[in-house]
């Protein structure tokens, strides 16, 4: 994503309780889902217990810098967009992401949160819409997969599936059926940057006539390649 850095540093607190560990807050275009397009900020958490093959943001899982919520909003606050999206690395490993979630909502702004769905979501506010990236096989951590969660989806989320490959796609499919996913939200499917040729997978869902949305990611259509763009 082509990121505006936001420079509105305030220090955290010694005490930790009101804190999150930041990587980045940035503002730049949503690259996926449903809001691709919009501006929005992003609050990208350090820390993930996945290692998906494919992963794009490595360098989110170390490092980061402690922020007090207060810091956090008011970098928020600072890029001037409604839209906020929460992500990582994976946002819910760390366990006052619950709490950032209902004071932006509470702030009036509009909220996302991407998380892997390997880590409960039942205590994510109702307000914030959740895409749910379900791992495939060829991520090596679908056995990570928190089927449950699936009892705390709403029509107001989204489940997301990125696909390195025919087998990857196969799996999809199957878990869109077994799960009648389509009832549950709206479904995502997404190729792996430089792995699988957007336009087969197109063919693919049409001809199979899948009730889902294909989706490219925007960011690296217009910015390449890049980690962390």
Request: negative net charge.
């Amino acid at each position: 994503m082509n990121k505006t850095a936001n420079t509105h540093i305030i220090q955290p607190p010694d005490n930790r309780d009101g804190c999150l560990k930041i990587t980045e807050v940035f503002l730049s275009l949503q690259g996926e889902a449903r809001d691709s397009g919009r501006p929005t900020t992003f609050i990208r958490l350090t820390g993930c217990p996945l290692r998906c093959s494919y992963c794009d943001s490595e360098y989110a899982f170390f490092g980061g810098e402690w922020q007090s919520f207060e810091a956090i909003l008011a970098a928020v606050e600072a890029n001037g967009v409604k839209y906020v999206c929460v992500t990582g690395g994976e946002p819910l490993a760390q366990k006052r992401c619950v709490k950032l979630l209902v004071l932006l909502c509470d702030a009036g702004y509009e909220v996302s949160l991407e998380t892997s769905g390997a880590i409960d979501i039942s205590n994510v506010d109702p307000r914030v819409t959740k895409v749910v990236d379900l791992k495939t096989p060829d991520s090596g951590e679908s056995q990570r997969n928190l089927w449950s969660n699936l009892d705390y989806i709403n029509a107001n989320d989204q489940i997301k599936f990125v696909l390195n490959s025919r087998a990857d796609y196969d799996w999809a499919v199957a878990q869109l059926h077994q799960y009648s996913l389509p009832g549950l939200a709206e479904v995502l499917f997404s190729p792996v940057w430089s792995a699988l040729e957007p336009a087969e997978l197109a063919d693919w869902i049409i001809a199979d006539r899948l009730a889902v949305r294909f989706q490219l990611q925007l960011h690296k259509v217009l910015w390449s390649d890049e980690p962390g763009r």
